[in-house]
Structure formats: structure tokens, C-alpha cells
């Protein structure tokens, strides 16, 4: 029966690829026949999100929105067929093996996308959200029933969209998933060029080194649930990889114009970042500006100009005005638990709430279920720092390559030895940044994923492309070798084995598990399930919350769909997550 699971899994995420594939094709202006195939699926993930989110704000996700995504694909690869034959085949023309590595690495983590939930945080609010979604348009002041409705997150219309028909309930298995195999195989190019020492460029090397922490995430991170943190890095991390070619080309005016409507494919990816997560906006803002600088820098015709200008900006826009909108009716908050930009709605959340919410967000990275009084100043330090260093592959491993790759480079340039041109060190503005940014805001290894690793391909590469230049090529094999055996030694860190003891008793693709819930009454008469024990809500009917609001009341007649509003405090959010906690 897992086999069975495995392969309805991989079935449908080669629909959705090329769904993807044919609603990015769409946007054969922008993308060209000098972009690749990823490229287009890519634009097809960033448009489809855009158009759930606008769905969102009228309409629940139903599985009229998956139907028409499935026909714009279809509708999409009718039209293009020719554009995506001809492209496959000039830009392409993968080789038998690097098809079969890529159809096993995919089969693998389709099968363990088989496995039971035991996401945290797909339990505390996630399940909950996708219902919401489910059922109803975006609800106004649902940051009211608890704050992390408020986490404004589009991977949760995506899990919607994706939970319907045959897979209805069973979405949480599909997304992260999917996104981490599509990753696997953006980079597999790159990794297999350098393995078989074939000329390999400095872009080849970047994604050889962000293969250390997407293939351990399709080893051992979960991937079934409702996580954010995952999606929203993959998509800067493959952002990324685009701005980097693009730097490393522009040197050579010959091929600048080639790589601009690859530009435009990063500013979307970044723009989705965003929306995805909230914690990506100042790496994210960085970079689409750094990717935007270059579209504005093409050699190309005026009109051809505007035409990339136009089209970076409005899928930009279509993404982040809708999940600016629906972060405003959520909570009253654009960019929540942030209090900035507020709206005077009478569904706002309370401003001490929200501050509870951002402080319970900073403290947790700094020490997880701490109280926020004990995080303050910098007495947290110490306890972070014991833990963070012992993290292998969000800590260690690309702390090493960072410093190694820079002592490296410079080395060779002191000597003298080095004077190849690096345009693609401008990206370390944005990591670097978002670094300083994550360890101020929240600290947590999981939120600055990212940044991180993007500091790492930068500085590695250029280490790695210092040491091999010119008479020195007989480095490049322990370059591989080194790579290869930091792989290895974040796969076999501690727990190695969790992922994989409940996959051998799993007979069919588990549903979320239930909670105990029981039900309590507002001042207004309104009825609130709350979890017997715990924190944890999962899949339990509407409304539920493990932080009870007497306060809470429906803001029109006994509808949900009107949203709720509140007057509570953030001295009761703080009772009552003390008591559940425990």
C-alpha cells in the first residue's frame, strides 16, 4: 500500500509540474527562448499563487480554483507546445541517467511524503488555517480567534487548492514536498557537471553547495504538514541561483540579453518568498532590487526594455497586493504581528496582542518556550549559542564554507593569483543583510535558512572558483570531495533515523490526527472549541483556538464569514499560554 501511495503522489505532482509548465508558458514574452524549461514552471508556481490569493478574497478555495489552474495549464502547453518542444531541446536535452537520478530523487521523497504528521505547527494553527481557507473567504479579524491566523502565509492556498478531490484532507502531504523535489531537480544540472568534471562554472558550483541543505531536507526535514519555512527558502535560494548566472553572464556582453528575462523569473520567485513567509521581506526586497536593477540594465531595443520592466513588476505586484490585502482582513495589520501600517477596522487585533504575538515570535528563536521576559537584553546568548553551534547544516557546515570559501579567495588574490572578475559577490548584500536581520528579529535557525545559505554559495564559490582558475584545475576534485563529505556528515547527524521508523508501518496516507476538543462560551453566547489538553487544534471544527477569548464575538448576525472581532489582552494570551504549555 506505501508503494501505491508513493506513486499516486509522484503522479500527481508530474500533473502539477506540468500544469505549472504550460501556465507559465503563458508568459512566453517574459520568458523567451533563451530561458529554461524550470524557468517556465517557476512562473507558473509565482502566477498560480498570485491567482489564488485574488480567488481568496472573494471566494473559499474550492475545486473550481484547481480546475482552473489545471485548464490555464493545459490551455497553456496547447498553445506553447512548440516554444517548450523547441526549448527542451536547444536549452535542455537532459542525458539518460540525469533523468533517472532525478525520477528516483523525486520517487524518494514522494515516498516519504507517505508518512504521518507530527508538525507542531501544523497542529497549533496550520490544519486551521487550510480549513478556514476551505471554507470560507478570507475572514475578517480572524487574528482574533488567535494570532497565528494572522500569519499571513499563501503556502496555506496552495495546500487548499491542492486538497481537493481524490486528495481531500490529505494536502498537507503534497506541497513542501513538491517544492523540495522541484528544487532537487532545478540544481541536478549543475551537480552532475560537476561530479562528472565537465567544464563546471562558478553557477554550477553555487548550486552544488545549496545541494548540502536541499538534499538533507529531502532526507530528513518534515515534509508533511503545513510548513512555511521550507517553501519560502526554496524559492529564494532558486531566486537566487538566477541572480547569481546573471551576474556571472554580464560580464560578457554577449550574453547580458540572455539572461534578462531570467531576471524577471527572480523577481516573481522573490516576490513569492514573501508571501510565503514574512520573515524574508529584507533578503527578499534586496535581492528583487538587485534583480530589478539588472532587467533595467539590458542592452536590449527600448520597447523590449519595457516589456520585462512591465511584466517583473506586474507579477510582482499580483502576487503582494492580494497578500497585502489579505493580511490587512486577517488581522487589521498588513504585515502582522507587526503593528506598522495599521487600518482602523473595528476587526483590528488588539495592538498589545500583536506585540504579544511579535514578542512570542523573537523569543521563541532566541530560546524556544521561554517566556519573552526572559529573553530580553542579551543574557539569551549564551543558552542560543550552545545550541546553534551543535546545528550541522544550518550552523557548522555553512559557517565553514563562508569562511573557507573566503579565505580562499582572498588568499589567491593577495598572491596575485586570482583575477578573474566576481560580479555575482553583489549578492551578499541581500544575504548578508537578511542575516543581520533574522538574528535580530528572530534568531531561530529555521527562520534564516535563506540568508544563510546563500552566503555560503557566494563566498564557497568564490573560494572554489579562486582555487581552481587557471593552472590550478586539479583542485577542482577536492572541492567535490569537500562538498561531498559535508553532505555526508550533516546526513548522518544525530536522529538520522526519525524520519523513517513510522514510514514501515503506514498501510495508507494518514490523515491528520484529531484533537480532543471541548467547547466554551464567549460573553457574546458565541461557541469555541478548545483543545482538551495542549495547545494543539489540528483539524478540529470551527472555530477553534487553544487561547480562550471571553471577549470574542461575531462582528455580523451568527455568520462566521463576517469575520470576528475582540477586545482581549495580552496578560490573558499570557495566562493561558503558560497553562497550556506546561
Request: charge should be positive; aromatic fraction near 12%.
Amino acid at each position: 500500500m506505501l508503494i501505491v501511495s508513493t506513486l499516486a503522489i509522484f503522479s500527481t505532482w508530474v500533473v502539477m509540474a506540468i500544469a505549472l509548465l504550460g501556465i507559465g508558458s503563458i508568459f512566453r514574452g517574459l520568458l523567451s527562448r533563451e530561458c529554461f524549461i524550470a524557468d517556465a514552471f517557476w512562473m507558473g508556481l509565482c502566477v498560480s499563487v498570485g491567482v489564488l490569493e485574488i480567488w481568496n478574497l472573494f471566494l473559499p478555495i474550492t475545486s473550481a480554483a484547481t480546475v482552473l489552474l489545471l485548464c490555464a495549464g493545459l490551455l497553456g502547453l496547447l498553445v506553447n507546445r512548440l516554444f517548450l518542444l523547441d526549448n527542451l531541446r536547444t536549452r535542455s536535452r537532459p542525458s539518460g541517467w540525469l533523468m533517472l537520478s532525478g525520477v528516483s530523487i523525486v520517487l524518494f521523497i514522494a515516498f516519504r511524503a507517505t508518512g504521518p504528521c507530527d508538525h507542531v505547527d501544523t497542529g497549533l494553527y496550520g490544519a486551521s488555517a487550510v480549513r478556514w481557507i476551505l471554507t470560507y473567504p478570507a475572514v475578517p479579524g480572524l487574528a482574533n480567534l488567535q494570532g497565528r491566523l494572522g500569519f499571513n502565509s499563501s503556502v496555506f492556498l496552495c495546500i487548499a487548492a491542492l486538497g481537493q478531490g481524490v486528495w481531500k484532507d490529505l494536502g498537507h502531504h503534497l506541497f513542501t514536498g513538491f517544492v523540495m523535489a522541484a528544487m532537487c531537480v532545478t540544481i541536478l544540472p549543475a551537480c552532475a557537471r560537476v561530479i562528472a568534471r565537465s567544464p563546471a562554472s562558478p553557477t554550477d558550483w553555487f548550486h552544488s553547495i545549496l545541494a548540502i541543505p536541499v538534499f538533507f531536507w529531502a532526507a530528513r526535514s518534515r515534509i508533511v504538514g503545513t510548513q512555511t519555512d521550507e517553501p519560502a527558502t526554496i524559492a529564494c535560494l532558486v531566486a537566487a541561483g538566477i541572480v547569481f548566472d546573471a551576474l556571472r553572464r554580464r560580464k560578457d556582453d554577449g550574453e547580458r540579453n540572455s539572461e534578462t528575462p531570467r531576471m524577471a523569473v527572480a523577481t516573481s520567485l522573490f516576490a513569492l518568498a514573501v508571501a510565503f513567509k514574512l520573515s524574508t521581506i529584507v533578503f527578499a526586497l534586496l535581492a528583487w532590487c538587485l534583480a530589478f536593477r539588472g532587467i533595467c540594465a539590458m542592452s536590449r531595443s527600448m520597447p523590449k526594455r519595457w516589456m520585462y520592466i512591465a511584466g517583473a513588476l506586474t507579477i510582482s505586484l499580483a502576487i503582494l497586493l492580494p497578500w497585502y490585502t489579505r493580511g490587512i482582513i486577517l488581522s487589521g495589520y498588513p504585515l502582522f504581528p507587526a503593528t506598522s501600517l495599521s487600518f482602523p477596522f473595528d476587526w483590528k487585533t488588539p495592538p498589545d496582542v500583536a506585540n504579544w504575538y511579535a514578542a512570542g515570535v523573537r523569543s521563541w528563536g532566541r530560546i524556544p518556550d521561554a517566556p519573552p521576559a526572559e529573553t530580553r537584553g542579551l543574557a539569551w546568548l549564551g543558552v542560543w549559542s550552545s545550541s546553534a553551534i551543535r546545528n550541522r547544516v544550518s550552523f557548522q557546515v555553512p559557517l565553514a564554507i563562508s569562511l573557507g570559501g573566503l579565505a580562499v579567495a582572498l588568499g589567491f588574490r593577495i598572491r596575485g593569483n586570482f583575477r578573474e572578475a566576481c560580479p555575482w559577490l553583489w549578492l551578499l548584500l541581500p544575504s548578508l543583510a537578511g542575516v543581520v536581520f533574522w538574528f535580530v528579529a528572530s534568531p531561530d535557525m529555521r527562520f534564516g535558512q535563506f540568508a544563510i545559505w546563500t552566503t555560503a554559495g557566494t563566498l564557497g564559490s568564490w573560494g572554489i572558483v579562486a582555487a581552481t582558475s587557471e593552472h590550478r584545475s586539479g583542485h577542482t576534485g577536492a572541492a567535490m570531495a569537500m562538498l561531498l563529505g559535508l553532505l555526508v556528515w550533516c546526513l548522518i547527524s544525530f536522529g538520522w533515523k526519525e524520519p523513517y521508523r513510522a514510514l514501515g508501518s503506514m498501510k495508507e496516507l494518514p490523515a491528520l490526527p484529531k484533537a480532543d476538543v471541548t467547547v466554551r462560551e464567549t460573553i457574546s453566547g458565541l461557541g469555541v472549541y478548545v483543545p482538551a489538553q495542549g495547545n494543539l487544534c489540528w483539524d478540529a471544527p470551527l472555530p477553534c483556538t487553544p487561547y480562550f477569548d471571553e471577549t470574542l464575538r461575531l462582528r455580523k448576525g451568527p455568520s462566521m464569514r463576517w469575520g470576528f472581532a475582540s477586545e482581549q489582552r495580552a496578560d490573558n494570551l499570557q495566562r493561558y499560554w503558560s497553562s497550556t504549555t506546561r
